[in-house]
C-alpha cells in the first residue's frame, strides 16, 4: 500500500508541495502515473529502496498544492439534467392516459349495460349513487347523518 507522509511546503516556491510516497514499485508507478494524468504532477525523485530486504521503495514528489487529486475514473457521471424531469413527465403523462381511457372504456360499458335495463333499475342506481354521495360527504365533515353510522353510535 502507499503511504503518502505529510506534506511540507517549500519557502522558495509558493503553491508546490513536497511529500514522500511509500510504496511498492508498482504502486508508485500508479501513483506517479495517475498524479501525472491529474496534472498535478511537478517532479519525482529515482525510487531508493527503504532497506535492503525489503521491497518497499521511497519517492519524494512535488506536485501542486490546491489542484484536487482525485482520480478522473472516481468522479461520478453526470447525466443531463433534464433526464430526470422527461422521465418524470412521461410517466405522469402515462398514468394520465391510462385513467382516461380506463374511465371511457368503464362509463361506456356501464352505459352499454344501464340501455338494456328497464327504466326503474337505472332510477334505483342513481338514488344508490346519491345516498352513497351523501354518507361520504357527511363522514368526510364529521358530521352524523342519522343513518346508523358507526362513528357516533347514533340509533
Avoid: N
Avoid at 91 to 108: D, E, K, P, Q, T
Avoid at 116 to 144: D, Q, Y
Wanted: aromatic residues 2%.
Amino acid at each position: 500500500m502507499t503511504l503518502v507522509v505529510q506534506p511540507s511546503t517549500q519557502v522558495d516556491q509558493p503553491g508546490i508541495v513536497r511529500r514522500r510516497a511509500i510504496g511498492t514499485p508498482e504502486e508508485i508507478k500508479v501513483a506517479l502515473d495517475l498524479l501525472a494524468r491529474s496534472g498535478t504532477l511537478v517532479s519525482a525523485s529515482v525510487p531508493r529502496q527503504v532497506a535492503p530486504g525489503d521491497p518497499r521503495v521511497i519517492v519524494l514528489v512535488r506536485v501542486r498544492d490546491g489542484v484536487p487529486t482525485t482520480h478522473p475514473a472516481s468522479r461520478s457521471a453526470r447525466r443531463p439534467r433534464w433526464v430526470k424531469p422527461l422521465v418524470i413527465s412521461g410517466s405522469i403523462l402515462a398514468v394520465l392516459a391510462g385513467l382516461i381511457i380506463g374511465g371511457y372504456f368503464a362509463v361506456r360499458q356501464v352505459v352499454t349495460a344501464a340501455s338494456g335495463m328497464p327504466l326503474a333499475a337505472v332510477g334505483f342506481l342513481a338514488v344508490v349513487a346519491v345516498l352513497v354521495l351523501l354518507v361520504g360527504a357527511g363522514r368526510t365533515k364529521g358530521v352524523c347523518m342519522g343513518l346508523h353510522c358507526s362513528g357516533c353510535g347514533h340509533r
